[in-house]
């Protein structure tokens, strides 16, 4: 699902929080309806209310009656053993009254709501795995870091990181996706081996089913993808189909992110040059090579 889909989701989920929260109170309603003492004080105040707000008749009398209504209804309601605070909907939130919105902007509600969709169907690997969270101290690494966080924020380049096996690409690529859904940006996190899984499947298929699948990378506001050239190369498939999301992504000024283990030299010698001009134009990537030892060998570290 693209951001706009999910917003359309998360404002459902609201939505419906509002609605039980007043059909809550309806039927509460309804129930004390069905005693005639209350169905009388109810008819009464709502009579003396509709008088006031007309100024029909002696305005400080309606007062005084409007009052002694509501005293009645109270003491109706110890009666009766209901809480006064069922007549009124009990919202979960207290800001925006569940519509999702506050003084004309996005209720922090909402916003919740929308990321735990984002981060729940970003496929993101390791919810703990933070910028926050990283025990990196490496200084080359921790300047890449800082530098990722920024792109993240600005969302100006897509980002390429390079490195031998363990030095914490992997790590680095799931705390830019964890900190971009905190962005309230959508994300998709998949692995190279299995996009070009899902490429043959969906080449497979037919066309219904490789335009489905483009349209859902492309549609995204970040793709991560982790460890390029790891996927077996399919003629006629793995190429077309990686470049049609690179390109489609650079024309849309969408973020994407790549790990890989790959030199440079061996991208370029194992990709076309349609993949190669996009994927390596440090105009528009960030190329940068993590250090260090295999962090894999130490406890709670992966690649």
């Known amino acids: 699902m693209n951001k706009q889909q999910l917003l359309q989701q998360a404002k459902r989920i609201v939505d419906n929080r509002r609605y039980a929260a007043e059909e809550q109170t309806e039927n509460t309603l309804e129930q004390l309806r069905q ?6 004080a109810e008819q009464r105040l709502r009579s003396a209310q509709v008088d006031l707000a007309m100024n029909i008749g002696d305005v400080k009398e309606l007062k005084n009656t409007i009052a002694a209504l509501e005293k009645e209804q109270a003491e109706l309601l110890g009666k009766l053993g209901v809480d006064p605070s069922e007549l ?13 919105y506050f003084n004309g902007q996005m209720c922090e509600c909402l916003q919740t709501e929308l990321r735990r969709l984002i981060i729940a169907g970003s496929n993101v690997p390791n919810k703990e795995f933070t910028f926050e969270n990283s025990a990196e101290t490496v200084k080359h690494n921790i300047a890449i870091y800082k530098k990722v966080k920024q792109i993240c924020d600005s969302g100006d380049k897509n980002i390429l990181l390079t490195g031998q096996v363990g030095t914490g690409k992997t790590y680095l690529l799931t705390a830019a996706a964890n900190y971009a859904a905190q962005l309230n940006k959508s994300t998709l996190f998949v692995t190279s081996y299995s996009l070009n899984a899902d490429f043959l499947n969906a080449y497979l298929d037919g066309q219904e089913s ?8 492309i549609d995204v506001d970040l793709l991560l993808i982790d460890d390029l050239g790891t996927e077996r190369l399919v003629n006629n498939v793995t190429a077309n189909f990686l470049f049609n999301v690179l390109n489609e992504r650079l024309l849309l000024h969408k973020q994407i992110f790549f790990t890989t283990n790959l030199q440079l030299k ?19 990537t960030f190329i940068a090579q993590l250090t260090g030892n295999d962090k894999r060998l130490s406890k709670g570290c992966v690649q």
């Open 266 to 284: 061996d991208i370029q010698d194992r990709y076309d040059e349609r993949i190669v001009s996009r994927l390596l134009d440090q105009s528009r």
């Open 88 to 100: 009124t909907p009990q919202y979960s939130c207290k800001l925006c009254n569940d519509t999702g």
């Open 210 to 217: 490789s335009s489905a699948l483009l349209d859902n990378l």
């Open 35 to 40: 005693n005639d003492e209350w169905r009388i």
